[in-house]
């Protein structure tokens, strides 16, 4: 089946050591998204890339980064995690063209807890 | 600034009686919305949307409603069943790629 896989599942770092969570589809979808979410809070979008094109939410911090080396992939770093990055880290994609909004396919989720 | 509010964040619900969630927003720019269903250890999937220039999709047993003057949608199940526990995200958008979403509801359903 299609899907959108995010590894690892639950990621454990230490404060300030760097992380990569990473996230594949084989829905072959240009569009892929990264959202935040804490506790009890609505997901966040980090950003966003259509196709290569790179889009950073203007309150995203500067500690996170991404890569998109290709189509199927994607990366989220996190250069100098802290305690208030600990969260659940979605992955998510959609086909391009026509309205992207309800066609969005989620990945489960990496847990990450900072130490 | 949260622009998409769910303000119940759990709800339980006898088996066969109707599940009603509701959701509230502040950006009138908004038109297109959307309920996301998201079971424990998977992601959201997509569940319903409404377009801005409606007030009520139906698919099967779950109804969307929109009230665009109060900036008020609702999304109402029936008749509930034991599958249907899960946490439900309303979400907005702006006819773009970006969604806004609230921070959910927890739906129980009691057998």
């Known amino acids: 089946d299609a899907m959108v896989i995010q590894n690892p599942r639950y990621q454990v770092t230490q404060f300030g050591k760097p992380v990569t969570l990473s996230c594949s589809q084989t829905?072959?979808?240009?569009?892929m998204y990264w959202y935040q979410q804490k506790s009890s809070q609505a997901p966040k979008l980090l950003f966003h890339?259509?196709?290569?094109?790179?889009?950073n939410e203007a309150d995203t911090p500067d500690n996170f980064q991404s890569r998109r080396p290709n189509t199927s992939f994607c990366f989220l770093d996190i250069r100098s995690p802290g305690l208030g990055d600990a969260a659940m880290y979605l992955c998510?994609?959609?086909?391009?063209?026509?309205?992207?909004?309800?066609?969005?396919?989620f990945g489960p989720g990496t847990r990450l807890t900072v130490l | 600034d949260q622009q998409v509010k769910q303000n119940s964040p759990s709800l339980s619900v006898q088996e066969g009686r109707i599940s009603i969630l509701n959701c509230d927003y502040t950006?009138?720019?908004?038109?297109?919305f959307l309920w996301y269903k998201k079971y424990p250890a998977e992601g959201p999937t997509f569940l319903i949307s409404?377009?801005?220039?409606?007030d009520k999709n139906e698919d099967g047993r779950f109804t969307v409603f929109l009230n665009k003057s109060a900036k008020h949608l609702s999304l109402h199940i029936v008749p509930s069943q034991p599958g249907d526990s899960a946490v439900y995200f309303c979400?907005?958008?702006?006819?773009?790629?970006?969604?806004?979403f609230g921070a959910g509801t927890t739906v129980t359903v009691r057998a």
């Open positions: 998510a994609t959609s086909p391009m063209g026509g309205r992207a909004a309800d066609t969005q396919y």
């Open positions: 829905l072959n979808h240009n569009v």
């Open positions: 890339y259509y196709d290569k094109d790179f889009n």
């Open positions: 950006n009138s720019m908004f038109d297109y």
């Open positions: 409404i377009s801005s220039i409606k």
């Open positions: 979400a907005a958008s702006v006819n773009d790629y970006k969604l806004s």
